[in-house]
């Protein structure tokens, strides 16, 4: 099982490096699946609105509500995200390379979200790559068992370690 994990202290960063790093494989060649995050300011709320692009061209959904300028709930829309999921779970299944997942968030630190998506690649020896929060992290270390490792949030050390697990997977087969 190959799995890991990025995480910047900035808000957005993280979406940044993987977002990058997702474009520079699927031109390499990589058959990419999961899901990458954009976010867009939005003027009338004073909050960003969160996209996920499903990987590799699959659509952009929008997973945020907007709940008003002076709300302070929870702004995603599970609904959107459910739908993101099911279209990640079916590319996955056309022999995915690698899978990148925008953030291990609330949601599948509760059990939902892209988990089981998470754990069925991993376990068919597909490698793994999850953006990761502080607040979530305790959460992702006990679904991963001890056996995520870390990778510095920058392109260059993202493709990195995307090429030594692909390379490893190869070895595997």
Known sequence: MVIAYTMTSGPG??????????????????????TTQINSDNPKTGRCDMDVQ????GPVIRIS??????SCGCRLDSAALEMAVGL?????GKGAQL????????????????????????????????????????AFEAFAGGLAEPV????????????????ARLRVA
């Open 13 to 34: 960063d993280t979406d940044l490096v993987l977002t990058k790093a997702a474009t520079r494989l699927r031109q390499s060649g990589v058959r990419t699946c999961g």
């Open 88 to 92: 990640v779970e079916a590319e996955l």
């Open 54 to 57: 499903v990987l590799p061209d």
């Open 99 to 138: 899978l990148i997942v925008n953030k291990f968030g609330k949601q599948e630190a509760e059990g939902g979200g892209l988990r089981d998506v998470i754990a069925r690649a991993a376990s068919d020896g597909i490698p793994v790559l999850v953006g990761l929060n502080g607040v979530n992290k305790p």
């Open 152 to 167: 510095p949030a920058t392109e260059a050390d993202v493709l990195d370690w995307a090429e030594g697990a692909l390379k």
């Open 65 to 70: 509500q907007s709940l008003g300028k002076n």
